[in-house]
């Protein structure tokens, strides 16, 4: 059964624009999180992660993510985005010391 | 700088042959990662090794093994090679707590089978 689910397989966003990534996950009471970020040619680097604590957690290159239990949610924001956030994004969750994947959801930037 | 290096980034092989992806890390991390990547379905975990010689298989282990000899380098076999293993294989690696620990990934080795 899919433990993470991203419901977006692409997404279109103008330059300058907001853009939220959505992740649902159906594992765990305390789930530990992550986003990740695959540019083009390249591995996947951490954008952010919770475990507990400020549902509201920071990461790099300006993303933003909300931890909501009651939706068993986590999705991802980022107030304005630029072409170079164009890629392919994860969420994942923690099973049994293991990162589960999502199936990614692709960000086309347009000018 | 993590770094985790995969010796090959692009490969064309034959069904029946026999396939080896290596995988480097420089950091001394003590877990070392197998994915395979798909179009739609994201990353699916193939073996994982937390230790030196040390094995477990992830979601999606037929038709594959792993090496571990070494601390820093952790190798996927293709005994057989099969037209269903075209695909995107991902290293990675992590230290300490696999529930929390950042995972570090090579840029991938792109495997067609014909």
């Known amino acids: 059964a899919q433990s993470v689910t991203q419901p977006d397989i692409h997404i279109t966003v103008s330059e300058g624009a907001s853009l939220e990534l959505r992740c649902n996950y159906s594992?765990?009471?305390?789930?530990?999180l992550f986003w990740y970020v695959q540019s083009p040619g390249q591995g996947l680097q951490l954008l952010l992660k919770?475990?507990?604590?400020?549902?509201l957690v920071q990461g790099i290159k300006g993303f933003e993510a909300e931890f909501k239990r009651s939706q068993s949610s986590f999705n991802l924001r980022k107030p304005s985005v630029h072409w170079s956030d164009a890629a392919e994004y994860f969420c994942a969750v923690v099973i049994d010391y293991k990162l589960s994947f999502g199936a990614g959801t692709t960000v086309t930037v347009r000018a | 700088d993590v770094k985790v290096t995969q010796s090959s980034r692009y490969l064309v092989k034959r069904t029946g042959e026999k396939v080896f992806l290596e995988c480097v890390q420089d950091?001394?991390?003590?877990?070392m990662f197998w994915y395979r990547q798909d179009p739609g379905l994201g990353l699916r975990l193939i073996y994982f090794s937390y230790d030196v010689k040390m094995k477990e298989k992830g979601d999606i282990p037929e038709g594959y093994s792993v090496s571990r000899e070494k601390k820093e380098r952790f190798s996927l076999i293709l005994e057989s090679a099969s037209t269903n293993q075209t695909s995107m294989y991902l290293c990675a690696s992590t230290h300490g707590d696999t529930r929390t620990g950042e995972l570090f990934f090579g840029e991938g080795s792109r495997l067609t089978v014909l």
């Open positions: 950091m001394d991390h003590e877990n």
């Open positions: 919770y475990f507990s604590g400020d549902t």
């Open positions: 594992y765990g009471a305390t789930p530990y």
